[in-house]
C-alpha cells in the first residue's frame, strides 16, 4: 500500500510562488504515473499535472502549462509541484495521486494524499 503525503501548501500572494512535495512511503512496481490534482471551492476535482515515475514522460493541464513545473527525487520517492505567477484561481486543496497507468483521469488513481490548501489573495 503506498502512502503520500502532501506537504507545503499555504498563503501567498497573486504573483508569488510555493513548492508543494508529495512524499511517497513507498514505489510498489505498479507505480507508473505521479500526478497533482486540485478541487477549488464548488468545483469538481481537476488534474494538473503529471509524471511517469522515471520522468521520461510530463504532462500539464492548459491551466499549469508555462507556471507550473512537475518533477521528481527518486532517491527521496517525492515528488514535486513548483507554482510560479500563481493567480486567485489557483485557489484550491492540492492532492497527490499515483496510478498504474499513464493517465489524467481520477478514478483511475489508486493511491491520494489527504491534499494541503494553497490559497492565493488578490
Known amino acids: 500500500q503506498v502512502q503520500l503525503v502532501e506537504s507545503g501548501g499555504g498563503l501567498v500572494q497573486t504573483g508569488g510562488s510555493l513548492r508543494l512535495s508529495c512524499a511517497a512511503s513507498a514505489r510498489t512496481g505498479s507505480t507508473y504515473t505521479m500526478a497533482w490534482f486540485r478541487q477549488g471551492p464548488g468545483r469538481e476535482r481537476e488534474f494538473v499535472a503529471a509524471?511517469?515515475?522515471?520522468?521520461?514522460?510530463?504532462y500539464y493541464a492548459d491551466s499549469a502549462k508555462g507556471r507550473f513545473t512537475i518533477s521528481r527525487d527518486g532517491a527521496k520517492n517525492t515528488v514535486y509541484l513548483q507554482m510560479d505567477s500563481l493567480r486567485p484561481e489557483d485557489t484550491a486543496v492540492y492532492y497527490c495521486a499515483a496510478a498504474s497507468i499513464w493517465t489524467f483521469t481520477p478514478n483511475d488513481y489508486d493511491h491520494w494524499g489527504q491534499g494541503t490548501q494553497v490559497t492565493v489573495s488578490s
Open positions: 509524471l511517469t515515475w522515471r520522468a521520461t514522460r510530463l
